[in-house]
């Protein structure tokens, strides 16, 4: 059962935000398997293994990003919550294999990402909380 979202400015923030999110992720997996040289550190050059590394990303964020619009499509503020969460969760670790590739576009992106991501989580949980 969706629980309908209470307000409608910490509705609107969080599924932004959240869509958003799912997007970068989703369109970034897909121009990986559409040219993997793009997502790959300076200097490096493909192989298949990158190529098969994209395929497993896409697996990931693709199906990640339809859920996460159905569920703000139905409106269900418990699925925004969880999906919005996992896919914070995902920028913050994504912000960390920036770090690991000393890349300041990798690190800061996601990090920001993440935080913005938090912050909508919040306003929405909030706001939830202070309705009758």
Same mark, same amino acid.
């Given at each position: 059962m969706t629980? @309908?979202?209470? *307000? @409608?400015? #910490? $509705?609107r923030?969080? *599924?932004v935000i959240t869509a958003f999110n799912v997007s970068v992720a989703a369109g970034l997996s897909i121009l990986g398997l559409?040219? @993997? #040289?793009?997502?790959? =550190?300076?200097?490096?050059? =493909? $192989?298949v293994a990158s *190529?098969?590394?994209a395929m497993y990303a896409a697996a990931r964020t693709i199906p990640l990003a339809v859920i996460t619009l159905v569920a703000i499509f139905k409106r269900s503020a418990?699925?925004?919550? $969880?999906?919005?969460?996992?896919a914070g969760v995902i920028?913050?670790?994504?912000?960390?294999?920036?770090?690991?590739?000393?890349? =300041?576009?990798?690190?800061?992106? =996601?990090l920001v990402i993440a935080v913005l991501?938090?912050? #909508?989580?919040?306003?929405l949980r909030k706001a939830a909380h202070s309705q009758p």
């Open positions: 629980t @309908p979202y209470s *307000s @409608p400015r #910490a $509705t923030i969080a *599924s559409i040219d @993997p #040289a793009s997502i790959l =550190p300076a200097h490096y050059v =493909p $192989t *190529s098969v590394f418990s699925a925004l919550l $969880t999906m919005g969460t996992l920028q913050l670790l994504n912000s960390i294999v920036g770090m690991v590739q000393h890349d =300041p576009g990798k690190i800061l992106g =996601p991501q938090f912050y #909508a989580l919040t306003t």
